[in-house]
């Protein structure tokens, strides 16, 4: 018989989990052994819990499965409930796993260090931002809810959390079950299926509009044939970014309302059939919206639900809903040409300042000249200018607006996708997780990390400018790059950037860190639009 951590970790395999991130701790040093003993899974120590948090739910993210955070009791798990909390609202299936005092000191009568308030407060907390949860007290019933919280994290793409007593790692325990999927009602699947195609067909408008849940399920190319075999445009939400950009032929680009193409912005708000596959009615998706979406012309599938108008459908996994639909219709003809998506001019590398918008035109030269990157961008105005550069896989809290994701997000990425990652992030957020680089030299990652580099909370500023506390001091990030294991330049000018990633991208082995010095006060020409955009949206209401 296999021991519990042990069969705990040959279940997180067996469900998908391709890595795990962690930092030890007391609570959690005996399953940490087990983790290195065994090799059941690659293992990844960082410097800070938060960051754990954010590569997990990255290389979730990035490889549409569940991934790994492990942590210790108290001290540690309490550190990622911020990130864990983004993954909840973002859809991502991180499996938390925290270390906990053992059975028999539960039961000596003494407080124990890391408690808090009672033994059962931080599961209290983590049941708030997570689907399901497993407290791993008797090694009997222990597979049973093993497999019960791994299932859930998959059907729901939900982060779940486990928490196992360090005297129990040991224990001889039946192996895990991998259960099978709740399959929907296939007379529900059917009628929903045929409401929606039916709706289609009338109407002379139709859309499909894609969100996140699109890759959490891995479902991107069975969107891309069912666009080509209903003949519909596609397009992604601001969270969406980066979906389908293996299908150029049939995304338009980016939803952004006012702070975006106005073709793209006529195609949704003037579609009298928009189907939301995966899509989160978030402020952040549609608070710039220029006109109100009629939620009754939509049909939204997201969270194992479809709403088609006023009807509802329980229990349809978005997979099982696009199978049915491809089901119903001919196989989709060749691929076609997509319209050219709007992109910025390339860049003029002469000695003019730089600005934000000057990032993303040089970023689109380096994909056009080497391809695209996997891309991992922080909160600020680097997400923003990450909507001017080429539809690449891109990763970003677009919704809980988080700092600090991008660089453990770009390590996350580096593990799940084993490709190089660009790492877009703000000098604020950089004061956070930046450090985190320090851990490339002992894994062989060696990401670009681009730092916009304006010494303020620059996106803070752009909706209240009179206040002096968004001035931040100026750090020297690249001058600390070579003591932390990478290569660092500061670049002001766009002749500058340019030397600079080309520069970045021939070395190898080292990461190279970009620091980009922008003036207080610019921003990128899609933040500017959104701010706009979001502030007459507010007025009009």
Known sequence: MPTLGHALLE???????GEIFGIPGDFVLPFFKTIEDSGILPFHTLSHEPAVGFAADAAARFRASISAAVVTWGAGAFNLVNPIAGAYAERSPVVVISGAPGVGERLAGWQIHHMSRAMDTQARVFREITCDQAILDDPVRAPAEIARVLRSAREYSLPVYIELPRDLVGAEVDPVEVLSRRPADPDALGECAEEILARLRVAQRPVVMVDVETRRYGVEDKVAALAR?????????????GLLSAHPDVVRGTYLGAAGDPAVTALVEDSDGLLLLGVILSDTNFAVSERRIDMRRTMLALSREVRVGHHSYAAIPLDELLDALLARLPA????????????PSTLLADDAPLRPSDIAAAVNDLFTRHGPMPMAADMGDCLFTGMEIANAPLVAPGYYAGMGFGVPAGLGAAVATGARPLILVGDGAFQMTGFELGNCRRYGWDPIVIVFNN?????????QPESRFN??????????????GGDGVRVRTRRELAEALARAHTTRGRFQLIEAMLPRGGTSDTLARFVAGFKAARERK
Request: glycine letters at 10%; hydrophobic letters at 50%; proline letters at 9%.
């Open 471 to 484: 001035d931040l001091d100026d750090w020297r990030f690249a001058e600390l790059a070579g003591p932390l």
């Open 11 to 17: 279940a997180l395999h067996a469900h998908g989990a």
């Open 332 to 343: 989709p003809g060749a691929a076609g040409t997509a319209p050219p998506a709007a992109r």
């Open 229 to 241: 075999a209903l003949g519909l445009p596609v397009v992604t939400t601001f969270m969406g970014r």
């Open 455 to 463: 010494t303020s909370w620059e996106m803070l500023r752009v909706f």
